[in-house]
């Protein structure tokens, strides 16, 4: 008798860092393999920023993919151990399978179902808090970095500051990120955060 529809284990296996970072360490590498600059003459007025190695190569943004990575690593732990129980229960309704009356084979076995959904429930509240937390770290760096970005734009008398993502490449006097980089290492290096806790809001919310 097949008692559970076995998505346990290996369908929870990694969900949260695949979900969680895939697209951030994409990016990063968008970041870091930038094109080789041109060597013509600047457009007066013309400024290039990249937001993307601003977030990405900063000092405070290599502590907050660190941080990121730290705080997957325990939710996944957390899914780990979950997924681990519910197998070993479900090996143990197997083996004591013949010696259990069908009431009670039901029993056991719609209690494993049932825990099963909310482990599933979980990995996609995990998912969504490590979400939530990466874009809300990524928006408190930006966020440090507007003074200093209007400051180094005023500085080179940027008239129009074009984003580095639409630009395949710049003649180097044009490009501001490693200015706005430099102020952001010297302003901040790191700050306190954890993962977004959206079950704990939403029954807070229900209450």
Known sequence: MNMMTKKSGAAFAGVLAIAAFAPMMAQ??????????????????????????????????????????????????????????LQNDEKA??????????DQLQQRAGALNARERDLERTVAVRREEMSQTAQKAQARILQEASPIFQQAAHAHNCSVVMAGTGVLAAEPSMDITPTVIAGLNAKITQFEFDREHLDQSGAAAAH
């Not at 405070?60 to 690593?73: D, F, H, I, M, P």
């Open 28 to 85: 990063a590498q968008t970041a870091a393999a930038a094109p080789e600059p041109l060597n013509g003459p600047a457009i007066p007025g013309m400024c290039v920023l990249s937001q993307e190695a601003i977030v990405y190569t900063s000092t405070v943004g290599k502590y907050v993919a660190t941080r990121l990575q730290q705080l997957n690593s325990a939710a996944q732990a957390e899914i780990t151990a979950d997924t681990t129980s």
């Open 93 to 102: 309704l197997e083996a004591q399978h013949a010696g259990l009356s069908q």
